[in-house]
């Protein structure tokens, strides 16, 4: 198949030619890319509803995905899980309907890691997400369906859901751009969340601008400009998330960041974030073991029969990954009571607080690091990974460096830097202040131009 991602321009460009045979293309993509990459878990029909070529404009006739824990009410929503399997949901969710409103048309959902309990997107339900870069690898997780179906060109763009870097993280291992939002930018509801505070519905797109189209159509904000600004960009760089590279990852990132400081408009200033990267690793998962269960019974109650006699210990028995069935016992069998919760909240609080410490006494206008320290990881290799020649925890070294902004309820947005030696994709990620989302989808904008000399590798899905 073609392996190649193909944007806004290109779409319309194919819509306005002939809208029915984009919607082919876009279809036999996602279908191929679900064969072998198992990327999507079900796929739209053509349809009949097409806009004429002449309006071929914006998001008409736009193919998007949308990860499979968001609600369509045309296509089931499983969350990964084969207990759901065959739910349909009653309507769209809100973030959905925004964008069929605005003329985008769905091509699918897309495969995730089971409950998006995990950041490699393998699946004992419905099989593992393959990077398109190397099958053998991960697409990252959770949503790495989503991510594949747009670096294969299977979409324009594609939602995805983001607790700890489920966006940032399979936009680094597919060479693609994944945008987190602050928690409440985009609406909530029909999501099969796993916290009411931490988790955000997102974006994903082959470039910056493609994403603030999306964002505009989602917010109704009119897409922001990159505006000239007197001197250049202050990017802070925790010294603490450059250590531990795999060094062809850290040979990428110099090299960017060398383009970066290389282009005239950017600055960048060493700063350090380890003491809020280990409150929040101390205290993160207490707030999701605590807001999971309740959050999950609340999306289940308001399904169709019979699916909404379901509960979490439901879920859990009937997992097919050992890693989500036994984070789900552990969940279950450890309930976390509220003054531990109130104390995890209260630690996000000053979490939060220590990044404005970081960056406002600098005059920063974000953060920019390494998304991942790792390549993506082999597949099979079940809770542990190889880095640095040495056996490690799969979870907490593909969330080291986005777990504390998350957990603060941060925005983020992560940009190909480049690939390494074996032609696998390096992502930077870009971190802003809590509802700072403007601001940093426009310094997202300049960096990427910084960037744009980063040779990308061609995509084969071959080992």
Same mark, same amino acid.
């Given at each position: ?28 993509? /996602?279908?191929?890319? @679900?064969?072998?990459?198992? %990327? =999507? ?5 053509? $349809?009949? !509803?097409?806009?004429? +070529? ?92 989503? /991510?594949?179906?747009? @670096?294969?060109?299977?979409? %324009? =763009? ?5 607790? $700890?870097? !489920?966006?940032?993280? +399979? ?293």
């Amino acid at each position: 198949m073609n392996r190649r991602a193909l944007g806004f321009e290109g779409w319309r460009e194919l819509i306005g030619a002939d809208p029915h045979t984009a919607r082919e293309r876009a279809r036999d993509a /996602a279908l191929e890319s @679900a064969a072998d990459l198992g %990327a =999507f878990l079900s796929v739209a029909e053509p $349809g009949s !509803s097409l806009p004429p +070529p002449r309006q071929a404009r914006g998001m008409k006739g736009m193919p998007f995905a949308v990860k499979d824990n968001i609600d369509t009410s045309s296509l089931a929503t499983t969350g990964g899980s084969a207990v759901l399997e065959g739910s349909l949901p009653r309507a769209d969710a809100g973030v959905v309907r925004s964008l069929l409103d605005a003329g985008a048309w769905l091509v699918g959902k897309t495969n995730l890691h089971e409950l998006a309990l995990g950041v490699t997107s393998e699946n004992g339900a419905f099989g593992d997400v393959r990077n398109p870069y190397d099958a053998g690898r991960s697409a990252g997780g959770s949503s790495g369906g989503s /991510a594949v179906a747009v @670096a294969v060109g299977a979409a %324009a =763009f594609s939602l995805g859901t983001d607790t $700890g870097g !489920s966006m940032t993280i +399979p936009a680094a291992c597919c060479s693609i751009v994944g945008y987190r939002p602050t928690r409440g930018r985009y609406p909530v509801d029909g999501f099969l969340s796993i916290s009411w505070t931490r988790d955000s519905i997102g974006v994903m797109a082959t470039s910056v601008a493609d994403v603030i189209t999306v964002d505009a159509a989602v917010t109704g904000r009119s897409p922001s400009r990159t505006r000239r600004r007197r001197g250049p960009l202050r990017l802070g760089v925790p010294q603490n998330r450059l250590s531990d590279l795999d060094d062809d990852v850290a040979d990428v990132v110099d090299d960017a960041f060398s383009r970066l400081e290389g282009s005239g408009f950017v600055e960048l200033h060493e700063v350090s974030t380890a003491s809020l990267d280990a409150r929040a690793f101390e205290h993160g998962f207490t707030v999701v073991a605590f807001e999971a269960p309740r959050t999950a019974e609340a999306y289940l109650s308001e399904l169709r029969s019979p699916y909404n006699d379901l509960d979490l210990a439901a879920l859990a028995s009937g997992a097919r990954s050992g890693d989500v069935k036994a984070l789900l016992g552990h969940i279950l069998a450890h309930p976390i009571g509220r003054d531990r919760y109130r104390r995890a909240r209260d630690a996000r609080d000053a979490v939060q607080a220590d990044h404005w410490r970081v960056t406002s006494p600098r005059q920063l206008d974000a953060l920019l690091y390494p998304t991942i320290p790792s390549r993506p990881p082999l597949l099979g290799e079940g809770t542990v990974m190889t880095h640095r020649n040495r056996t490690v925890e799969t979870f907490p070294t593909l969330t080291r460096h986005t777990e504390a902004g998350a957990f603060a309820g941060n925005p983020s947005i992560s940009l190909p830097a480049g690939c390494d030696r074996g032609g696998l994709p390096v992502g930077l990620t870009l971190e802003g202040l809590r509802g700072a989302d403007d601001r940093l989808l426009e310094i997202a904008a300049m960096a990427e131009s910084a960037l744009a000399g980063a040779e990308m590798p061609v995509l084969t899905g071959e080992r």
